[in-house]
Structure formats: structure tokens, C-alpha cells
Antibody, heavy 122, light 112 residues
Framework: EVQLLESGGGLVQPGGSLRLSCATS????????MSWVRQAPGKGLEWVSG????????YYAGAVKGRFTISKDKSNNTLYLQMTSLRAEDTAIYYC???????????????WGQGTLVTVSS | DIVMTQSPESLAVSLGERATINCKSS????????????LAWYQQKPGQPPKLLIY???TRASGVPDRFSGGGSGTDFTLTITSLQAEDVAVYYC????????FGGGTKVEIK
């Protein structure tokens, strides 16, 4: 069974930094692209960042480019999102999500974590 | 970026009746390499992460009941729930994965 478990969320001041983690199990982590998707309170879904299966290729939404860094650690099957220069508008639940298929892409996501809440406020 | 527009914003349907949600993309999401539309539908219930229902516009994801069906091509797509059940109350999102991934604004489905 695929499992994704996010952690690392919390309250941070504007301009601050936070690192989110997504521990995975139940699938071959090195074979799948992964993404971070966020949802502001009461709002819709927004793709934030994606990383290829090998961890070499990375992609970012315009709103976070230059501030967020996605990475994969294959030694412990964990996905990360390093967030810097945080703004109030980054406040959201952050979900990690696994690609539907191993090859090709981009793909939709067939497995999601429960999310971790990031609140940016003074 | 491709803009996805869903309609209606909310929908109230009687149990056992049909619900239809529309999704329009600002440009075609047809993938030339496989002649399939890069369009997915997700269901999100309160307090839960989204769940993939449909991909390639009309392929049901594993375990999804056959009362859920997707259709359309190019820029216009639909999600249909035939015979609405109480457990189908949720917000439904369309998503294109043709290029930079974008979602529609969501459609809230309730029981009339």
C-alpha cells in the first residue's frame, strides 16, 4: 500500500524559512516523479513544484520559483520542499503527491498525503 | 499557463439523479504523441486530500465506481455522476497536465 506522510509544517513569520518532508513507502520511490500541491484555507488546489523520478529535473510554479527548492532523498525515500522568503500568501495545506505512472509525463497524481499546514503570519 | 474554468460553482442534485460538471481549458490539452487529452478529475471530501477519479479525460482510476464517467475532447470536458449517492458529496476539480499543471476552481456537489 502506498503511503505518503508529510511533516514540517507550522507557524512561521514572513520572510522566514521552513522545510517540509514527505516520507514515502509502498512503491519504488526512485521510479516515480513527485509533486507538492497546496491549498489555501477554503480555496482551490495549486500545483507548487515537481521533481522527476531521478531527482535531476525540477519544476516550479511561477509564484514560488526562486524561493522554494524541491528535492528527493532516495536513501530514505523522502521528498522535501525547502521554502524560503515565505509570504502570507504561502499559507496553505501542503500535500505531497505521487505520479500515476513511471514513464512519460507529466501525469496526474494517484496517491496523496494528508497534508501539513503552513501558516505565515507575524 | 492554461486556464481551466469549471461550471457551475455549485450543484445540488437529488439522490439517484445525474450530476454533470463542465470544465473548459483556454487551449487544447490534446497530447499529440498519444492522441489523448491530458485532463484529470479529482474528488475532495472535507478534511481529506483529493482523490483521482478520471485521467486521460475518460479513464477511470483504480477502484472508482462506474457511476463516474468523463468525456470531452480538445478544450471542453465533462464529469458525469449518474445516480448520485450520499457519499459523492464533495468538491470536484478538473486538472490539465498538458504543460504547467493547472486546476479548475472546483465545483461543490450537494444533495438537494
Amino acid at each position: 500500500e502506498v503511503q505518503l506522510l508529510e511533516s514540517g509544517g507550522g507557524l512561521v513569520q514572513p520572510g522566514g524559512s521552513l522545510r517540509l518532508s514527505c516520507a514515502t513507502s509502498g512503491f519504488t520511490f526512485s521510479s516515480y516523479a513527485m509533486s507538492w500541491v497546496r491549498q489555501a484555507p477554503g480555496k482551490g488546489l495549486e500545483w507548487v513544484s515537481g521533481i522527476g523520478a531521478s531527482g535531476v529535473s525540477t519544476y516550479y510554479a511561477g509564484a514560488v520559483k526562486g524561493r522554494f527548492t524541491i528535492s528527493k532523498d532516495k536513501s530514505n525515500n523522502t521528498l522535501y520542499l525547502q521554502m524560503t522568503s515565505l509570504r502570507a500568501e504561502d499559507t496553505a495545506i501542503y500535500y505531497c503527491a505521487k505520479d500515476l505512472a513511471e514513464i512519460g509525463g507529466p501525469h496526474p497524481w494517484d496517491s496523496w498525503g494528508q497534508g501539513t499546514l503552513v501558516t505565515v503570519s507575524s | 499557463d492554461i486556464v481551466m474554468t469549471q461550471s457551475p460553482e455549485s450543484l445540488a442534485v437529488s439522490l439517484g439523479e445525474r450530476a454533470t460538471i463542465n470544465c473548459k481549458s483556454s487551449q487544447s490539452v490534446l497530447k499529440n504523441s498519444n492522441n489523448k487529452n491530458s485532463l484529470a478529475w479529482y474528488q475532495q471530501k472535507p478534511g481529506q486530500p483529493p482523490k483521482l477519479l478520471i485521467y486521460w479525460a475518460s479513464t477511470r482510476a483504480s477502484g472508482v465506481p462506474d457511476r463516474f464517467s468523463g468525456g470531452g475532447s480538445g478544450t471542453d470536458f465533462t464529469l458525469t455522476i449518474t445516480s448520485l449517492q450520499a457519499e459523492d458529496v464533495a468538491v470536484y476539480y478538473c486538472q490539465q497536465y498538458s504543460n504547467t499543471l493547472t486546476f479548475g476552481g472546483g465545483t461543490k456537489v450537494e444533495i438537494k
